[in-house]
């Protein structure tokens, strides 16, 4: 049987439980012990002490929960949380999911700078191009043009996301973002303050 958002109970003889939940959510990092789990890092002891707990449970850098039939729910990456100013989970690609639902959009990033939310998107240009293109609009039209847009997007975002996950600035970027081998963006590459704005356009209140 499936329920929505959870990737199922665990496959025989793989035990699941959660490190350290949270009292009000019950969520927690996903830890796995079984078979099919590996024993570590090939001659890489370090490593595999950092995922790898002495009795054989592996840390997976997942958030989730667990619900009472022992179906599991993954929320986000643990180091793709962040703590809000109160107390709350901030969970960035749940944010990102409800940015890049935009057709002008091809994919985002959001990072906390100076302890505010900003979003770096990497917009469609080929829509940006059907809507601009025989205007005979200068660089200058289009860039403020770019920038309603991206703050548009801001404020429906924000009308749809906690109070506590609301984008306090919204940057122009560019070029794709620079992926991983499994296609997951280079976070640290892009959350320089000094980097995002000198590379883009930006939009804040």
Sequence with gaps: MTRYRSIGPALPGVEIRIDKPDPSTGEGEIWIKGPTVMKGYYKDPERTAEVMTPDGWFRT??????????????KDRLKNMIVGP?????????????INESNEVMESMVYQADGQLTARVHLNYDEMDKEFGGRNLGETQIAQRISEKLEALRLKVNARVTTFSRIKKIIEQPEPFEKTPTNK??????????????????TNT
């Design 185 to 202: 963006i280079k976070r640290y590459l892009y959350v320089s303050d000094d980097k995002a704005v000198s590379d883009g356009t930006e």
């Design 86 to 98: 109160s107390g709350e989970n901030i969970y960035l690609e749940e944010i990102e999911s409800v």
């Design 61 to 74: 850098g997942d958030l989730g929960s667990l619900d009472k039939d022992g179906y599991l729910y993954i």
